[in-house]
């Protein structure tokens, strides 16, 4: 069964910090490069932060230098640490495998996080 648990999202005054969460199944985190994907209301979803088996990572030009994306491969989670926020980060997040698994037909509920004064 294919499960992706997303938590950590809230409301931020820009600036501000959150870490975000997934808890993924066995059988689609082992192995595969994991994601952290964005859709903020009226934009496509987009890949900000990837992150392969062995730990390699990659980042949005929006995102580098201020997210940071890690993995616990004996968790099965993996996490993204976002500082110095803006309001244009406000999204609901998603992980999921890259590119996504099931050619995008699974996804989990996300995390919403707003950057607001």
């Known amino acids: 069964q294919v499960q992706l648990v997303e938590s950590g999202g809230g409301l931020v005054q820009p600036g501000g910090s959150l870490r975000l969460s997934c808890a993924a199944s066995?059988?689609?985190?082992?192995?595969?490069?994991m994601g952290w994907y964005r859709q903020a209301p009226g934009n496509q979803r987009e890949l900000v932060a990837g992150?392969?088996?062995?730990?390699?990572?990659n980042y949005a030009d929006s995102v580098k230098g201020r997210f940071t994306i890690s993995r616990d491969n004996a968790k099965n989670t993996v996490y993204l640490q976002m500082n110095s926020l803006k309001p244009e980060d406000t999204a609901v997040y998603y992980c999921?495998?890259?590119?996504?698994?099931?050619?995008?037909?699974?996804w989990g509920q996300g995390t919403s996080v707003t950057v607001s004064p």
């Open positions: 992150i392969r088996s062995r730990g390699s990572t």
């Open positions: 066995g059988s689609i985190f082992r192995s595969n490069a």
């Open positions: 999921n495998t890259i590119p996504p698994y099931g050619n995008g037909g699974y």
